[in-house]
């Protein structure tokens, strides 16, 4: 076990909805990365936190945002809801920003648009 | 931007065997990359990670080689066991943009007892 949670591990929406996931870190790190990775996919970056920033986001559109907490958790939030959205969605927790190099996965939020 | 390519097809290996999965990547040559095991429904798993002037490493049954110039790693799993089914990820730094992965979309490999 990586230590990593990730809340709720299932949901189910429908289209034009919004979502917020949630991510408790390890213990001592400070980085929180999120990845969408559709069925027979692999994962695809979305975006980092460090120390309660965005620090680098991959091809998403602004409808996928984020937070980092003082404590280091953090939430992804998906506004406007379309059917390509359904994927696991995992958050990565390491430590040091973009010198982070091993992350350690939660074991992901399943998400179902309808 | 990288592509990282692995096989898409599943490897179905006869347990005590060694399984060999390849990872080739197009562009530029990464500081380092890294292997995870992700079994189904679950987060990915970091098995090992291997810097470019790193040729090989070792941890326990695993191997990992890494040939920045033909741009591919190979991961070697030797005495092979059913418990080892799962699917196997290969990533690697975006553009030295530290933390920022990306996977290849993964091997599935099956050990038959």
């Known amino acids: 076990e990586t230590g990593v949670t990730q809340s709720p591990t299932h949901l189910i929406k429908t289209r034009g909805q919004q979502v917020t996931l949630r991510c408790s870190s390890q213990?001592?790190?400070?980085?929180v990365s999120w990845y969408q990775q559709a069925l027979g996919q692999g994962p695809q970056f979305i975006f980092q936190y460090y120390r309660e920033e965005e620090n680098g986001r991959g091809n998403f559109p602004p409808r996928f945002s984020g937070l980092q907490f003082p404590n280091y958790s953090s939430e992804l939030n998906v506004n406007a809801l379309e059917l390509d959205d359904s994927a696991l969605y995992l958050c990565?927790?390491?430590?040091?920003?973009?010198?982070?190099?091993?992350?350690?996965f939660g074991p992901g939020t399943r998400l179902l648009v309808l | 931007s990288q592509k990282i390519e692995q096989n898409s097809e599943a490897l179905n290996i006869q347990e005590g065997k060694t399984a060999t999965l390849t990872c080739n990547y197009t562009?530029?040559?990464?500081?380092?990359l890294q292997w995870y095991r992700q079994d189904p429904g679950r987060g990915p798993v970091f098995l090992l990670l291997i810097r470019e002037n790193e040729k090989e490493k070792r941890k326990e049954r695993l191997k990992v080689t890494f040939d920045t110039t033909l741009k591919q790693s190979l991961f070697h799993i030797t005495a092979s066991q059913p418990a080892d089914s799962a699917t196997y990820l290969c990533?690697?730094?975006?553009?030295?943009?530290?933390?920022?992965?990306?996977f290849g979309q993964g091997t599935e490999l099956s050990v038959k007892p």
């Open positions: 990565a927790s390491s430590s040091g920003g973009s010198h982070s190099e091993t992350q350690y």
């Open positions: 990533a690697l730094e975006e553009g030295n943009q530290g933390g920022k992965l990306i």
């Open positions: 213990s001592g790190h400070n980085t």
């Open positions: 562009n530029y040559s990464p500081a380092y």
